[in-house]
């Protein structure tokens, strides 16, 4: 055994500070993510007069109750809807996750239509994009709740258009790939968004709620000069009685979703078993990670400390301690389920990127997976780093990472800057999954340096034109630079693009990656049987 010592001091003001600083990140969050929740709360009076579910309630209905929910990037979109901090809703207008549906682990989606009706919002087509890409890769059957506007025309783009398309192509590999792709329509499936109810193997339609149309009467009297109302171009009566769209007609929301339960009890979907792992759990408090992380990015941190406390029994076998110290490699265990761990005490050298590389192979060589806690300002630079083969270390590791044939899960812990993010496998780099702590910063380098940078780079050029400089213009420069630096490392920057999977508490990341860890594993051991689901409809 090899148990990580404890060296916090939770009574020291470094460390109070830094647990006040993350503390106060974590309430901002979930003040965000409350709002969205109100937001879309707010429509219950219209939604339950007309005898429908808000979307919340219907997530929650067609999962397993009790059972864990993996929610993804609830950030999704803030300040993209509308540029003040203090009205934005996030969420992109979607909700999605992972959980089980009558035992079966499967990624949900719904439309969040509480607000705006259900219309996608800034960055919910990458958000949903992304989601359909995490069922492709860990096997999981798709369960959609839709009720939607379509696009918001007023806000029309053309590439979002063109790249909406990936929603339903994306919806057409899933089935090839063998994963049921189940859809309750519980309200409007129109024109493009058509083919999101149309590209599924089970379709769920509500009595006098559905709406599924390419063309609304709106559209279809302005093309065509056809009068007809919605309920004859496109209800749930129609759909399953005279076109076949529809395969199953419920009486309202709730009877809808207990029919797509029924539907995946009864799939012949067989999940790896495995009986439950003993484990012990972490030595040390989880809650004594809110004070392990610095507000600044600069100041150093043990990582060691991190692991000590998400990992069982904060046992972590250390491989190479001596030989490039500042990036710590080891095996370990969560929950019973073995993990190669990376992190940094400090920038990558030669001699870190070196032992990464040899550990992520070993890692393949076992089937381990791999996490990576990011804390790193990058690849060390300089004369003597230079010599001793730094590019060619670092991409080695980079080699090593994008080439690596087993789960990587990234959690963006402190500072992820410049190469450093990519050798530890950053988002780019399509880790399995991929989270972040409320405190995490992610850029090519500081704003500091990229402003001192310019600043040099400006003098230079200034000099061999023989011109002066003014010191109030290269100061306002290195001001603005760092400006848009400082606006974009920020989780609430990162995520918003979706960047990550989601950000999380720092005391749930043991209980998450036991989750996301569950799910790589089953996945990986399922091997669909391909076009056992067809997306033709009769």
Not at 83 to 96: L, M, R, W
Request: proline share 5%; hydrophobic share 40%; charged share 20%.
């Amino acid at each position: 055994m090899s148990i990580l010592e404890n060296t916090i001091s939770p009574g020291s003001a470094t460390y109070h500070a830094n647990r006040d600083g993350m503390l106060g990140l974590i309430d901002r969050m979930r003040a965000l993510e409350e709002r969205t929740r109100t937001a879309s709360a707010a429509a219950k009076d219209r939604f339950h007069k007309r005898g429908q579910l808000l979307p919340r309630e219907r997530v929650a209905l067609v999962l397993d109750p009790g059972a864990p929910f993996v929610e993804l990037s609830t950030l999704a979109g803030y300040m993209f809807d509308v540029p003040d901090a203090a009205k934005s809703v996030p969420g992109g207008g979607v909700i999605a996750g992972i959980g089980l549906v009558s035992g079966i682990r499967c990624m949900v989606s719904a439309s969040d239509s509480g607000i705006d009706a259900g219309a996608l919002q800034p960055y919910g087509l990458d958000k949903t994009l992304r989601v359909q890409e995490l069922a492709l890769e860990n096997k999981l059957p798709y369960v959609q709740l839709v009720e939607s506007a379509g696009a918001n025309l007023l806000r029309y783009r053309v590439e979002d258009f063109v790249r909406g398309g990936n929603i339903f192509r994306n919806l057409a590999r899933l089935s090839a790939a063998g994963l049921p792709v189940v859809t309750v329509t519980h309200g409007s499936s129109t024109a493009g968004g058509a083919y999101q109810t149309g590209l599924s193997d089970y379709i769920v339609m509500v009595r006098g709620r559905t709406r599924a149309f390419l063309a609304g009467p709106p559209l279809l009297k302005a093309a065509t000069g056809e009068i007809a109302t919605e309920e004859e171009l496109g209800g749930a009566e129609m759909h399953t009685q005279i076109s076949g769209l529809g395969d199953y007609l419920a009486e309202d929301d709730r009877d809808a979703l207990r029919i797509a339960r029924e539907i995946m009890a009864a799939l012949e979907w067989e999940r790896p078993g495995r009986a439950p792992l003993e484990f012990k759990p972490p030595r040390y408090d989880r809650d004594e990670l809110l004070g392990i992380m610095p507000m600044d990015h600069k100041r150093p941190v043990d990582m060691k400390q991190v692991i000590a406390r998400i990992i069982d029994d904060s046992d972590f076998t250390e491989m190479a301690p001596n030989y490039g110290p500042a990036t710590v490699c080891g095996h370990a265990r969560i929950e019973g389920q073995a993990i190669g761990i990376i992190t940094n005490n400090g920038p990558l050298d030669p001699a870190g990127a070196n032992k990464a590389t040899h550990f992520i192979q070993a890692c393949c060589q076992t089937r381990t997976p791999i996490l990576y806690l990011n804390n790193t300002t990058g690849y060390m630079v300089g004369r003597a780093y230079e010599e001793a083969g730094m590019i060619k270390h670092g991409s080695k590791m980079i080699q090593a990472v994008t080439s690596a044939t087993v789960p990587q899960i990234t959690i963006y812990c402190g500072a992820s800057f410049g190469a450093g993010n990519y050798g530890m496998c950053g988002r780019g780099f399509h880790p399995r999954f991929c989270f972040s702590w409320p405190n995490a910063k992610t850029a090519v380098m500081g704003g500091e340096q990229a402003a001192e940078t310019m600043a040099i780079v400006t003098e230079a050029a200034a000099a061999r034109r023989g011109k002066p400089i003014e010191k109030d213009k290269l100061d306002a420069m290195k001001a603005q630079i760092v400006g848009v630096f400082d606006g974009q490392m920020d989780v609430f920057s990162t995520s918003a693009r979706v960047l990550d999977d989601g950000v999380i508490d720092p005391r749930d990341t043991r209980a998450v990656l036991s989750e996301v860890l569950a799910i790589c594993r089953e996945g990986d051991a399922r091997t669909p049987q391909r076009m056992q689901f067809s997306v033709a409809r009769p």
